[in-house]
């Protein structure tokens, strides 16, 4: 049989080139106009108030509410009606980030500009991103295993593992930080077990994460009940507010960035450490090889499973200290199932950051953005949107994300599929 030896030439990609959105401007076109439409229906205040509530206390902002909601609805049929006619492909990225972000400001000026409803930015900003760490923490971890071709469903369990261990070390030395430390571990430990099942006796990865999910409640439900039975061993221990003097006082960015908990700034570093290690070392070059093409990095000396073994296990301290966030990081013990499925959250805010930890801390955001909002909204009371809607958005963007709407997310090659050496 004859065999083609010839090398196809390589197809290079005319980034400058326009390109139609037809889905993607439809969405976003149609989800502008039917929020244009609501406010015409249920009606929209005059003025919506932007407090800054730590730095410029006297200080209020009270923006022309109509006015700002329909200039903002022209930039997004606008960008729309570029994305029909066709726009080069380095400018789809940042048209489609504009057009959600005026959507989201829209939703926001019009719940805002109810009687007795104040954006209060700062507070809202600095909580959003605190309520983003676990997804950080999870997702990244989630980002280290599948990179490496091993899906990890069992972030949850190591989120439990890691907010049990945490109180219980804190309590047991009366240390915080190694309360910290222990929840590292036991994320550590949890995750070897994966990474054990999924290398070495090549198990199903995702039977295997479903059931140390159910074993780490199991496991931290018993303990709890056999704790409630003995004082001082589940006691809530908190960690102090990180204050940067002078620039703790700078408007939005002090409260923000600079008047935080050691959680805000480990989450921040990881992510820029992890991009770091993936995208510009010789680890991470080997480490996307394997879950993209094990073969080709077994031919080159790259030992599949080994490299698979240990990225997997390491990734369970980032999840771990996730864990210490539900616990110490907000001053509270230890009570059964207290996680309450963010695990699986942060599997979505992966997919959302497309596996790159940038995108991760992107998606994080949102979550953590919706969540406050829903939050101050809910405080406030009258608001136009119900808080529990506001929280069901970013699962609406990940199932956006995921249909290929916006742009295609492709996992990993491989993903998920066991490698035996030798195989082609």
Not at 182 to 203: D, E, F, P
Not at 376 to 403: E, H, N, R, S, W
């Amino acid at each position: 049989m004859a065999v083609d030896t010839m090398t196809a030439a390589p197809s290079f990609v005319d980034e400058s080139k326009p390109v139609r959105h037809v889905k993607a401007a439809s969405i976003l076109l149609g989800l502008t106009v039917l929020i244009v439409v609501g406010i015409q229906l249920v009606g929209m205040g005059e003025t919506a108030t932007v407090a800054f509530d730590r730095t410029l206390t006297d200080l209020r902002w009270a923006m022309p509410s109509t006015v700002v909601v329909y200039v903002l609805a022209f930039v997004v049929a606008g960008l729309a009606g570029w994305m029909f006619k066709g726009l080069p492909k380095r400018w789809f990225k940042v048209a489609v980030a504009v057009s959600v972000t005026a959507i989201v400001l829209i939703l926001l000026i019009w719940n805002y500009s109810q009687t007795g409803t104040v954006f209060r930015a700062e507070s809202i900003l600095a909580g959003a991103l605190f309520l983003s760490l676990p997804y950080v923490f999870g997702a990244l971890s989630g980002v280290v295993c599948e990179r490496s071709g091993v899906i990890n469903i069992g972030i949850e369990g190591q989120f439990l593992m890691g907010a049990f261990t945490g109180v219980l070390v804190a309590n047991i030395t009366g240390n915080v930080y190694a309360g910290m430390v222990g929840a590292m571990l036991a994320g550590l430990l949890s995750t070897m077990l994966l990474a054990l099942l999924a290398t070495k006796y090549q198990v199903n990865q995702v039977v295997v994460g479903v059931i140390l999910n159910l074993l780490a409640l199991g496991f931290t439900s018993f303990m709890y009940d056999q704790l409630k039975k003995a004082e001082g061993f589940n006691s809530a221990f908190t960690i102090p507010t990180i204050s940067w003097g002078p620039l703790a006082d700078i408007p939005i960015l002090g409260p923000v960035l600079f008047q935080q908990k050691l959680f805000v700034y480990v989450g921040l570093v990881l992510v820029f450490v992890v991009w770091f290690l993936l995208y510009r070392t010789k680890w991470g070059l080997r480490t996307r090889a394997v879950g993209e093409h094990p073969t080709a990095a077994d031919s080159m000396g790259v030992n599949v499973n080994r490299l698979r073994f240990w990225n997997v296990t390491l990734a369970g301290l980032i999840s771990g200290f996730g864990g210490a966030w539900f616990t110490i990081a907000n001053s509270l013990a230890f009570n059964k199932n207290m996680t309450a499925g963010l695990g699986f959250v942060a599997l979505a805010v992966m997919i959302v950051g497309r596996w790159n930890p940038l995108g991760v801390l992107a998606g994080a955001l949102i979550f953590g953005f919706t969540t406050q909002i829903a939050r101050d909204l809910d405080a406030a009371g009258g608001a136009l949107i119900p808080g529990d809607f506001l929280k069901m958005l970013p699962y609406a963007v990940t199932l956006v994300v995921v249909a290929g709407l916006i742009g295609k997310s492709r996992a990993p090659a491989a993903d998920g599929v066991p490698y035996n050496p030798g195989d082609k």
